[in-house]
Protein backbone atom coordinates (compact mmCIF):
# COMPACT_ATOMS: atom_id res chain seq x y z
CA UNK A 1 0.00 0.00 0.00
CA UNK A 2 1.40 3.60 -0.75
CA UNK A 3 2.83 5.81 2.37
CA UNK A 4 4.38 8.52 3.05
CA UNK A 5 6.44 9.07 6.35
CA UNK A 6 7.31 12.37 7.93
CA UNK A 7 9.45 11.57 10.38
CA UNK A 8 9.76 15.01 12.18
CA UNK A 9 7.16 16.11 14.09
CA UNK A 10 8.01 19.60 14.96
CA UNK A 11 10.98 21.42 13.67
CA UNK A 12 11.78 24.17 15.27
CA UNK A 13 14.37 27.15 13.30
CA UNK A 14 15.90 30.28 13.11
CA UNK A 15 14.84 33.25 11.20
CA UNK A 16 17.03 33.02 8.57
CA UNK A 17 18.66 29.62 8.43
CA UNK A 18 18.38 27.12 6.06
CA UNK A 19 15.24 24.37 6.43
CA UNK A 20 14.75 21.21 5.43
CA UNK A 21 11.64 18.78 6.11
CA UNK A 22 12.26 14.88 4.95
CA UNK A 23 9.53 12.98 3.45
CA UNK A 24 10.16 9.57 2.59
CA UNK A 25 7.39 7.61 0.40
CA UNK A 26 6.36 4.26 -0.24
CA UNK A 27 4.89 3.13 -3.84
CA UNK A 28 5.18 0.58 -6.66
CA UNK A 29 5.69 2.77 -9.54
CA UNK A 30 6.67 5.98 -10.40
CA UNK A 31 5.22 8.39 -7.63
CA UNK A 32 3.46 11.65 -8.44
CA UNK A 33 4.87 13.66 -5.24
CA UNK A 34 3.77 17.04 -3.55
CA UNK A 35 4.09 19.30 -0.88
CA UNK A 36 1.43 21.27 0.65
CA UNK A 37 1.33 23.78 3.62
CA UNK A 38 -1.33 24.82 6.13
CA UNK A 39 -1.76 27.35 8.14
CA UNK A 40 -3.76 27.43 11.63
CA UNK A 41 -7.36 27.18 10.45
CA UNK A 42 -6.83 26.98 6.49
CA UNK A 43 -7.19 24.51 4.07
CA UNK A 44 -4.09 23.65 1.99
CA UNK A 45 -1.59 25.00 -0.03
CA UNK A 46 -0.08 23.47 -3.11
CA UNK A 47 3.88 24.35 -2.82
CA UNK A 48 5.46 22.32 -5.03
CA UNK A 49 4.86 19.05 -7.50
CA UNK A 50 6.58 16.24 -8.83
CA UNK A 51 5.70 14.44 -11.78
CA UNK A 52 8.78 13.39 -14.01
CA UNK A 53 12.01 15.19 -15.15
CA UNK A 54 13.91 17.17 -13.56
CA UNK A 55 14.62 15.90 -10.07
CA UNK A 56 14.99 19.53 -8.48
CA UNK A 57 11.56 21.31 -8.47
CA UNK A 58 10.96 24.66 -7.74
CA UNK A 59 8.01 25.35 -6.07
CA UNK A 60 5.99 29.70 -4.44
CA UNK A 61 7.63 31.33 -1.82
CA UNK A 62 10.89 30.27 -2.46
CA UNK A 63 10.57 26.52 -1.85
CA UNK A 64 12.04 23.53 -3.56
CA UNK A 65 12.06 19.49 -3.10
CA UNK A 66 14.64 17.00 -4.65
CA UNK A 67 13.24 13.47 -5.94
CA UNK A 68 16.12 11.15 -5.01
CA UNK A 69 14.33 7.45 -6.47
CA UNK A 70 17.20 5.59 -4.73
CA UNK A 71 16.18 6.55 -1.09
CA UNK A 72 12.65 7.12 -1.85
CA UNK A 73 12.63 10.83 -0.61
CA UNK A 74 11.28 13.77 -1.75
CA UNK A 75 13.02 16.35 1.00
CA UNK A 76 11.48 20.02 0.86
CA UNK A 77 13.92 22.87 1.31
CA UNK A 78 14.68 26.22 2.01
CA UNK A 79 17.77 28.29 2.44
CA UNK A 80 15.96 31.36 4.44
CA UNK A 81 13.11 30.86 6.31
CA UNK A 82 11.04 33.74 7.10
CA UNK A 83 8.52 33.72 10.13
CA UNK A 84 5.39 34.01 7.98
CA UNK A 85 6.67 30.39 6.99
CA UNK A 86 5.47 28.65 10.55
CA UNK A 87 2.73 26.52 9.11
CA UNK A 88 2.10 22.66 8.86
CA UNK A 89 4.06 20.78 6.33
CA UNK A 90 2.40 18.33 4.75
CA UNK A 91 4.09 15.65 1.84
CA UNK A 92 1.70 13.53 -0.24
CA UNK A 93 1.99 10.79 -2.82
CA UNK A 94 -0.54 10.92 -5.94
CA UNK A 95 -1.78 7.43 -5.80
CA UNK A 96 -2.97 7.05 -9.58
CA UNK A 97 -5.03 3.59 -9.07
CA UNK A 98 -6.95 5.03 -5.91
CA UNK A 99 -7.05 8.13 -7.88
CA UNK A 100 -6.14 9.97 -4.51
CA UNK A 101 -3.40 11.36 -2.11
CA UNK A 102 -1.74 10.12 0.23
CA UNK A 103 -0.69 12.27 2.95
CA UNK A 104 2.25 12.06 5.56
CA UNK A 105 1.16 12.94 9.21
CA UNK A 106 2.99 16.14 8.88
CA UNK A 107 6.09 18.48 9.92
CA UNK A 108 4.86 21.51 12.32
CA UNK A 109 7.50 23.92 11.64
CA UNK A 110 8.15 26.69 13.97
CA UNK A 111 10.65 30.03 13.55
CA UNK A 112 12.17 31.81 16.27
CA UNK A 113 13.21 35.40 16.40
CA UNK B 1 -11.34 32.08 -11.43
CA UNK B 2 -12.82 31.01 -7.80
CA UNK B 3 -11.40 28.18 -6.09
CA UNK B 4 -13.03 25.27 -3.85
CA UNK B 5 -15.47 26.59 -1.75
CA UNK B 6 -17.09 25.09 1.28
CA UNK B 7 -19.97 25.81 3.32
CA UNK B 8 -20.34 26.40 6.02
CA UNK B 9 -17.27 27.08 8.06
CA UNK B 10 -18.07 25.99 11.65
CA UNK B 11 -20.45 23.31 12.53
CA UNK B 12 -21.58 22.52 15.71
CA UNK B 13 -23.77 19.26 16.47
CA UNK B 14 -24.73 16.75 18.83
CA UNK B 15 -23.88 13.37 19.33
CA UNK B 16 -26.15 11.73 17.44
CA UNK B 17 -27.51 14.39 14.99
CA UNK B 18 -26.73 14.67 11.10
CA UNK B 19 -24.50 17.20 9.40
CA UNK B 20 -24.19 18.34 6.07
CA UNK B 21 -21.47 19.81 4.82
CA UNK B 22 -20.97 21.54 0.76
CA UNK B 23 -18.12 21.86 -1.19
CA UNK B 24 -18.02 23.48 -4.78
CA UNK B 25 -14.90 22.70 -6.72
CA UNK B 26 -13.21 25.00 -9.19
CA UNK B 27 -15.50 25.87 -12.12
CA UNK B 28 -14.91 23.39 -14.80
CA UNK B 29 -13.54 20.55 -12.69
CA UNK B 30 -15.62 17.19 -12.12
CA UNK B 31 -14.42 15.46 -9.71
CA UNK B 32 -14.45 16.32 -5.71
CA UNK B 33 -12.01 14.79 -2.92
CA UNK B 34 -13.03 14.37 0.75
CA UNK B 35 -10.54 14.28 3.61
CA UNK B 36 -11.04 14.47 7.16
CA UNK B 37 -8.62 16.00 9.36
CA UNK B 38 -9.12 14.91 12.92
CA UNK B 39 -6.48 16.30 15.88
CA UNK B 40 -3.07 14.16 15.57
CA UNK B 41 -4.92 11.34 12.58
CA UNK B 42 -3.74 13.51 10.03
CA UNK B 43 -5.47 13.83 6.41
CA UNK B 44 -7.38 10.45 5.82
CA UNK B 45 -9.42 9.87 2.54
CA UNK B 46 -12.80 9.69 2.85
CA UNK B 47 -14.56 10.01 -0.51
CA UNK B 48 -14.26 10.68 -4.24
CA UNK B 49 -17.08 11.73 -6.36
CA UNK B 50 -16.66 12.12 -10.06
CA UNK B 51 -19.25 12.91 -13.00
CA UNK B 52 -21.95 12.72 -10.34
CA UNK B 53 -20.67 8.92 -8.96
CA UNK B 54 -19.07 8.09 -6.08
CA UNK B 55 -15.58 5.96 -7.31
CA UNK B 56 -14.04 5.65 -4.23
CA UNK B 57 -14.15 5.38 -0.65
CA UNK B 58 -11.86 5.70 1.97
CA UNK B 59 -11.66 3.43 5.37
CA UNK B 60 -14.75 4.79 6.76
CA UNK B 61 -18.27 3.66 8.29
CA UNK B 62 -21.52 4.25 5.99
CA UNK B 63 -22.62 6.43 8.11
CA UNK B 64 -20.20 8.90 6.01
CA UNK B 65 -22.23 9.38 2.56
CA UNK B 66 -22.54 11.96 0.37
CA UNK B 67 -23.04 13.03 -3.44
CA UNK B 68 -22.40 15.05 -5.94
CA UNK B 69 -24.66 17.28 -8.36
CA UNK B 70 -25.12 17.95 -11.98
CA UNK B 71 -23.56 21.23 -11.56
CA UNK B 72 -20.02 19.17 -9.57
CA UNK B 73 -20.77 20.14 -6.28
CA UNK B 74 -20.94 18.02 -3.43
CA UNK B 75 -22.33 16.94 -0.25
CA UNK B 76 -20.77 15.51 2.77
CA UNK B 77 -23.07 13.59 5.29
CA UNK B 78 -22.42 11.80 8.86
CA UNK B 79 -25.32 10.60 10.32
CA UNK B 80 -25.46 9.67 13.69
CA UNK B 81 -22.80 11.50 14.48
CA UNK B 82 -20.04 10.87 17.20
CA UNK B 83 -17.62 12.90 19.46
CA UNK B 84 -14.54 11.31 17.34
CA UNK B 85 -16.44 12.70 14.16
CA UNK B 86 -15.10 16.21 15.28
CA UNK B 87 -12.77 17.31 12.97
CA UNK B 88 -11.23 19.72 9.83
CA UNK B 89 -13.53 18.19 6.77
CA UNK B 90 -11.69 19.19 3.35
CA UNK B 91 -12.84 19.15 0.40
CA UNK B 92 -10.64 18.93 -2.79
CA UNK B 93 -10.99 19.62 -6.60
CA UNK B 94 -8.31 17.89 -8.33
CA UNK B 95 -7.22 18.81 -11.69
CA UNK B 96 -9.07 16.94 -15.09
CA UNK B 97 -5.79 15.52 -17.08
CA UNK B 98 -4.12 14.55 -13.59
CA UNK B 99 -6.41 13.61 -11.32
CA UNK B 100 -3.94 13.33 -8.24
CA UNK B 101 -3.51 17.08 -8.31
CA UNK B 102 -6.23 18.73 -6.00
CA UNK B 103 -6.67 22.06 -5.03
CA UNK B 104 -7.81 22.19 -1.42
CA UNK B 105 -11.00 24.21 0.17
CA UNK B 106 -10.60 26.02 3.49
CA UNK B 107 -12.61 23.31 5.29
CA UNK B 108 -15.57 23.04 7.47
CA UNK B 109 -14.77 22.53 11.42
CA UNK B 110 -17.30 20.18 12.80
CA UNK B 111 -17.43 19.86 16.48
CA UNK B 112 -19.37 17.46 18.10
CA UNK B 113 -20.65 17.49 21.28
Known amino acids: AQSVTQPDIHITVSEGASLELRCNYS??????LFWYVQSPGQGLQLLLK??????LVQGIKGFEAEFKRSQSSFNLRKPSVHWSDAAEYFC???????????FGAGTILRVKS | EAGVTQSPTHLIKTRGQQATLRCSPI?????VYWYQQALGLGLQFLLWYDEGEERNRGNFPPRFSGRQFPNYSSELNVNALELEDSALYLC????????????FGQGTRLTVV
Open chain 2, 92 to 103: ASPTASLRTEAF
Open chain 1, 27 to 32: YGATPY
Open chain 1, 50 to 55: YFSGDT
Open chain 1, 92 to 102: AVGDLYGNKLV
Open chain 2, 27 to 31: SGHTS
